[in-house]
């Protein structure tokens, strides 16, 4: 079997190129939610959500500490992770989930 010769960018540097790219899309759908919002008088929800969403990333990070610290950026699932880090980093997801669903609903809900 012969082997490629074409070389992939590192995955970070992939990270890297589309983060203008993530970073304008997830603007421009917090600021066209972000107005029926206010005008809906359902702003205590929206913070709720974005706050869930916020304490869940973290606690995504510090679950994933120490795969980070032994240099494993791009392992997906928490299989690598002790009992501990492995409750932490499913009780994150659930936060993130529970923050998307919130604003899908006060999406849907506001249209």
Do not use: C, E, N
């Not at 919002?37 to 913070?47: A, H, I, P, T, Y």
């Not at 916020?54 to 699932?77: C, E, K, N, Q, T």
């Not at 928490?78 to 609903?105: E, I, N, Q, T, W």
């Amino acid at each position: 079997m012969k082997k490629s010769t074409w070389i992939p960018l590192p995955p970070d540097v992939l990270a890297l190129m589309f983060l203008p790219l993530i970073v304008s899309v997830i603007s421009i759908l917090s600021a066209s939610l972000l107005w029926p919002v206010l005008r809906g008088g359902v702003l205590s929800v929206f913070l709720a959500a974005v706050a869930a969403g916020v304490v869940g990333v973290a606690l995504l990070f510090f679950a994933r500490l120490p795969l980070y610290r032994s240099g494993l950026f791009f392992s997906f699932g928490p299989g690598s992770l002790d009992a501990r880090h492995r409750k932490l980093y499913r009780r994150a997801y659930g936060l993130v989930a529970v923050s998307v669903f919130v604003m899908l609903a006060l999406l849907v809900t506001l249209r």
